[in-house]
Structure formats: structure tokens, C-alpha cells
Nanobody, 128 residues
């Protein structure tokens, strides 16, 4: 499976973006998918995760209700809606898939090594 993240761009602080993570070469409908982000000079940071049916979602604390993760399995795509953007939200946003069918503890969601495949990232720039 290959993931293609898109939807990034230059946005003013306070604005909104919807990022898309489209899969090709296979289905992600049985996989949990997460979004991570990485700012220049910083480590990759977990943002949010959605279960394979879309019923279970989990967010990093910093999202503060401004981020919404969703998916459309018919379109083989996962989304990340970001509102009230802040300059500190800037960075490259990556999506990643987790093929594990067994139960995964919540405190493992933020571990990049949990994920089996990654997209190439989409750049988000926020102007103040």
C-alpha cells in the first residue's frame, strides 16, 4: 500500500485546512491510520489516530479539539481537518498505517515504529 498525503499549503493563523491521505495499491479499510507531524529541527510528533471502521479516534493532547480525524473507506482515504491554525502547527504532516489486528494499547499510538507504512508528507505553513 502506498499513501499520498495532500492538502497542505500556506494558511493564515486562525484559518483551516483539510489534509487527505489517499491510499493506492491496496486497501486501508482494515488498518488503523494515524497522522504525525514534524517541524524543522524537531522530532516527529503524533497527532491523531483512527480505527479501521472509523468509530474509534484518539488525539494528542495538543490538538485541543482543533483537529478532527475521519476516514472514508469507500474512497480509501483518511482526512485530518485542522481549524484555528496556529504558527506552531506548521510542519510536514505524514499519515501512516498500522496493520496490527491485535489490540494496541493507547500509550503505543504515538510510537512511529508501530506503523507499517507511511506517506511522503504534506507541508503546512502558517503565517502569523
Amino acid at each position: 500500500v502506498q499513501l499520498q498525503a495532500s492538502g497542505g499549503g500556506l494558511v493564515q493563523a486562525g484559518g483551516s485546512l483539510r489534509l487527505s491521505c489517499a491510499a493506492s495499491g491496496g486497501t486501508i479499510s482494515n488498518d488503523a491510520v494515524a497522522w504525525f507531524r514534524q517541524a524543522p529541527g524537531k522530532e516527529r510528533e503524533y497527532v491523531a489516530r483512527i480505527g479501521w471502521r472509523g468509530r474509534k479516534t484518539h488525539y494528542s493532547v495538543f490538538t485541543e479539539g482543533r483537529f478532527i480525524i475521519s476516514r472514508d473507506n469507500a474512497k480509501n482515504t483518511v482526512y485530518l481537518q485542522i481549524s484555528s491554525l496556529k504558527p506552531e502547527d506548521a510542519g510536514v504532516y505524514y499519515c501512516a498505517g498500522d496493520t496490527t489486528q491485535a489490540y494496541t494499547q493507547i500509550d503505543a499510538y504515538a510510537r512511529p515504529d508501530l506503523y507499517d507504512y507511511w506517506g511522503q508528507g504534506t507541508q503546512v505553513t502558517v503565517s502569523s
